[in-house]
């Protein structure tokens, strides 16, 4: 279940897409001439989706703010946004904006497969009677209207190595530490699959750690691009930090399930989420690219 954090941002702005899904020929409301019958464009929504038309009115806060839902189920939630964005007229910003006001995390810049990802948990009701998930060839046509032909190719290609959940630097600039930059570079280009970074509190081990991971997310600062203009280039750069409220096994797990685009494992065990994620794993390491952690 998704959690709405908030409800008024979150109604506003579905809102805004059911509107936008009004103005498509498919939901128009069908009345012949001389009969008032006929299904209207919510009524069309609420049976897609396999719900009574005043709940997608509460959803949208048609019926007050106080009937607007704590919570919605993620599948009826991603099936109502692949409506919008199958038919209406949204872009990934109001995409970006609608989740974040749930508590289902978010990658940040939107990438296309993640988008994909997100849109493949949508059920609907199909043409035949029966409910499922969008078919990938429509999933594929709405990702290439958000992203547009250049940008899925420019981003398979240049973000391949550049998805990360780095925190923002503390800093403009980093000045200093450059043969520590060395190191952390000469490391990263050897067979050892481990790097610990030590030293007494406050002396810019995360700061050192976090320039580091920039430099590999083609973002170096001007020190890292002093020791090298071509610093590893990974698929994936996950970061974890138990600075203020811990980090459990479970934490860890959410982490990377977020990072690789494994959404659903959220809610999962964590029996079962460890070998998703492990699975997971073990396919980036497969391929050409490869996967850091930091923390």
């Not at 600062?221 to 980090?247: M, Q, R, Y």
Request: net charge neutral; charged share 20%.
């Amino acid at each position: 279940m998704a959690e709405l954090e908030n409800q008024k941002k979150f109604s506003s702005l579905l809102s805004s897409g059911v509107k936008a899904l009004k103005q498509h020929p498919d939901y128009k409301t069908n009345r012949e001439a001389g009969n008032k019958t006929g299904q209207s464009y919510m009524e069309k929504i609420a049976y897609k989706l396999g719900v009574s038309p005043n709940t997608v009115k509460s959803w949208i806060g048609q019926m007050g703010s106080k009937y607007i839902p704590g919570r919605i189920e993620d599948a009826k939630l991603f099936g109502i946004i692949w409506l919008i964005l199958e038919k209406g007229c949204m872009n990934v910003t109001w995409f970006m904006e609608l989740l974040e006001t749930t508590s289902i995390p978010v990658i940040e810049p939107a990438l296309p497969a993640w988008v994909a990802s997100c849109l493949k948990k949508a059920k609907t009701m199909n043409d035949n009677g029966t409910i499922g998930t969008p078919p990938p060839e429509e999933i594929n046509m709405v990702i290439t209207r958000l992203f547009g032909n250049a940008a899925v190719l420019e981003s398979e290609e240049k973000n391949k190595f550049s998805a990360h959940n780095l925190p923002a630097r503390w800093s403009g600039r980093f000045i200093g530490r450059k043969s520590d930059l060395q190191a952390i570079y000469h490391w990263l280009l050897s067979p050892s699959p481990v790097c610990s970074i030590t030293g007494w509190a406050g002396v810019g081990k995360t700061t050192l750690a976090l320039e580091a991971a920039y430099a590999c997310a083609g973002e170096p600062g001007e020190e890292a691009a002093n020791v090298s203009d071509k610093w590893p280039a990974f698929h994936c750069i996950i970061w974890f930090s138990t600075h203020l409220t811990g980090l459990s096994f479970n934490d860890f797990l959410n982490t990377i399930a977020y990072q690789l685009g494994l959404t659903e494992q959220i809610d999962k065990p964590v029996m079962e989420k460890r070998f998703a994620v492990r699975h997971a794993l073990q396919l980036f390491f497969q391929g050409t690219a490869d996967t850091a952690y930091c923390g």
